[in-house]
């Protein structure tokens, strides 16, 4: 039993694993990667009041329809319990047929929550000429998350206007979180002239961390409505208002103030064409970057920039915490003292700061905070100059040889960096291929890094040799510039071998050398060459009468190229060249043996001497045995028959030596 229950489990692991995790996490509609996608106003209804869980991410695609046979409904939509995210993909339209009584497109009740989001235009046109509150979403005690890329549109129909969002009873929450909240009106007087976008009623939060909120109207019918208005028998106090930022049109300072939320500004401006309020959160944070000082450099030569938008440097201020004294441009930094740099910033027109605003210097808090007001900040900040200037700088580079292309310049030496390095031949730009026999220059330029600083007249080596000439040497940079000349291409190869004797094995010619400089053999191999002509490969003794063929190639070392045209010499003789490129050259060279072997030259090393009386010797006493053509160059020698090798085989080959016979 526990074995199958064991097998079981590794099945379905093994099973799982081979599934990808996208589809073993999260069905269609369980996650916001895999959305289901619904394309009328019955899907979405069904999928928006459906429980399953297959319904909590829903993408909406463009559509225009008419609402029709739905009754005596509030809302066209009731949000079942839980959470869910609806994701525009386009334009959609809902339209509330005449009679109907539709006030709102979606209603979210208690304890539940939409997010909506998504690219695209949400409309909801409402028939109801006698409610005040037609909205495309209706908040009732449930939470509206609405993000960037997300419009809201309350659209008109006939003389009904209509509201982006309505937001009702304790616990009701709108949150805008870069989208888009409009309104339309139904005339340009009567009820309908006064259509605010969102109406908050008691116990109703709205919180607006940015966005748009105002109607859907030309800049020429302004005034028509507020961008918030409270619902009647709603007073401040029953709700909980907060606007961070946003643009709100057509809408005063005043309608806005008591919502503020602390540090926020709001000023009167016209953006897209539509007169309003802007608001803007306050800066919470400036991010300074400054120059650390550099031994030997003045205060204007160190910069303080900040990344931050809307925030405009102010004053900058060096002085010497060490000897206690404010630093002038006529004044340079040393090394081993402590220097403070105070920065005043300021908040540019229509934006602030707050008491609680921070800074960051290089990326690191600031070392203290002298003040901090809704206007701008001033701090400080303390540099200690420890490191010693950098006397030399050692540079590699890759040596040019022919047939490579240009490479940058590396730096050994700590705390530089190369800023620029340039190629040049016969004084113009170069980026070509390396050619033998010429001559290249190589110009580099190196600086030190952010802290650092070079000696008054620093050094530089390059591939540890001095550098041809400086062009600029200053604490601050050196440039300067090495020249290579290639080596000429080699245009003739000379290689030695010895020569193959009748009897000597392979191994004793030994392997080919070149005596060529820049050159060397690395392949030597030896063939008989039959008579048409043809190779057949050698590897055991040469013998005499034959031809035998020596393949070598040479290969030029690194820096050196053959020429085209590179003439091959084997033991002083011109060699036949098979191949030649710029790195190798395969050549040959036949050496042809004399027929026959000297009388008395048993040992068939083509010459008669010690070696084969030794030779003889041993065969007599069974130390050694002649064969072959050595057997026969013995026997020739004997006296009398039946032919014997013995000591008159020897004598005959002393005499051979020495000439008596």
């Given amino acids: 039993m526990k074995k199958g229950l064991l097998a079981a489990v590794v099945s379905a692991c093994l099973i799982l694993g081979a599934i990808p995790f996208g589809i073993t996490a999260f069905a269609a509609g369980e996650s916001e990667a895999n959305p289901l996608v619904v394309y009328s106003f019955a899907e979405l209804k069904a999928a928006m009041e459906s429980t399953s869980a297959s319904t909590r991410y829903i993408k909406l695609k463009a559509t225009d329809e008419n609402l029709s046979g739905i009754g005596e409904q509030y809302a066209a939509i009731y949000q079942a319990v839980g959470s869910k995210t609806l994701i525009l993909d386009g334009n959609s339209t809902f339209t509330a047929v005449s009679g109907s009584y539709l006030q709102t497109l979606v209603e979210v009740y208690e304890e539940r929550t939409l997010d909506i989001k998504g690219s695209g235009k949400l409309e909801f046109r409402a028939h109801y000429a006698t409610s005040a509150y037609n909205s495309v979403i209706h908040v009732m005690r449930g939470v509206l998350n ?44 009567g009820p309908y002239s006064s259509v605010p976008v969102v109406t908050v009623a008691k116990g109703g939060k709205v919180n607006i961390e940015s966005g748009t909120v105002g109607h859907d109207v030309p800049a020429s019918e302004y005034g028509y409505g507020k961008a918030i208005s409270l619902a009647g028998g709603t007073n401040p106090s029953d709700v909980s208002i907060t606007i961070k930022s946003g643009f709100f049109r057509y809408t005063e300072i005043a309608d806005l103030s008591a919502w503020l939320a602390p540090g926020s500004t709001a000023i009167k401006t016209t953006e897209g064409g539509y007169s309003g309020v802007k608001v803007t959160a306050p800066i919470s944070n400036v991010a300074f970057d400054v120059s650390a000082p550099v031994a030997g450099y003045a205060p204007s030569s160190m910069t303080v920039t900040t990344s931050t938008p809307n925030v405009t440097i102010g004053d900058v201020v060096w002085k010497n915490m060490t000897d206690d004294v404010l630093m002038t441009d006529s004044m340079a930094f040393e090394t081993g003292k402590t220097y403070r740099c105070t920065i005043v910033a300021l908040a540019a027109s229509g934006y602030s700061m707050t008491t609680t605003s921070t800074a960051t210097v290089n990326g690191s808090a600031p070392t203290a905070y002298v003040l901090r007001t809704a206007s701008g900040i001033m701090l400080y900040n303390d540099f200690e100059i420890s490191i010693v200037p950098i006397s030399n700088v050692t540079l590699n580079v890759t040596v040019p040889i022919p047939g490579a292309t240009p490479a940058n310049v590396t730096t050994a030496t700590a705390n530089t960096r190369l800023t620029i390095t340039k190629w040049y031949h016969n004084g113009n730009p170069f980026t070509g291929t390396f050619a033998a026999g010429e001559t290249y220059r190589c110009q580099v330029t ?42 000429p291409a080699i245009s003739e190869v000379a290689i030695s071998v010895a020569v193959p004797a009748a009897g000597a094995s392979i191994s004793s010619t030994g392997t080919a050398t070149a005596t060529t400089a820049g050159t060397s053999v690395t392949q030597t191999s030896w063939a008989v060459v039959t008579g048409d002509g043809q190779e057949v490969a050698h590897n055991g003794v040469f013998a005499p009468g034959k031809t035998y063929r020596c393949t070598i190639t040479v290969r030029s070392a690194v820096g050196y190229v053959f020429s085209a045209n590179a003439a091959v010499t084997i033991n002083d003789s011109p060699a036949t060249v098979a ?63 039946p032919k014997t090798i013995d000591i008159d085989v020897i004598l005959a080959i002393r005499a051979i030596m020495f000439g008596t016979v």
Avoid: W
């Fill in 446 to 487: 190196v600086t030190p890094t952010s802290g650092n600083s070079f000696t008054a007249t620093p050094t530089a080596t390059i591939n540890g040799k001095g550098p041809t000439g400086y062009a600029v040497r200053s604490s601050s940079t050196i440039t300067c510039f090495y020249t290579f000349t290639l080596i």
């Fill in 146 to 189: 609405v993000h960037e890329g997300v419009t809201l549109c309350g659209g008109i129909n006939t003389l009904v206007y209509g509201l982006a969002v309505t937001v009702f009873g304790s616990g009701g929450t709108l949150n805008l979180y870069g989208g888009t909240l409009l309104g339309k009106k139904g005339s340009s007087s």
């Fill in 579 to 641: 191949s030649n490129t710029a790195e190798s050259i395969i050549c040959t060279y036949d050496f042809v043996l004399p027929a026959g072997y000297p009388r008395g030259d048993v040992t068939l090393e083509g010459s008669v001497d010690i070696d084969d009386i030794l030779a003889v010797r041993g065969h007599m006493f069974g130390t050694r045995a002649l064969t072959g053509e050595g057997l026969a160059q013995a026997l020739e020698l004997c006296v009398g028959e």
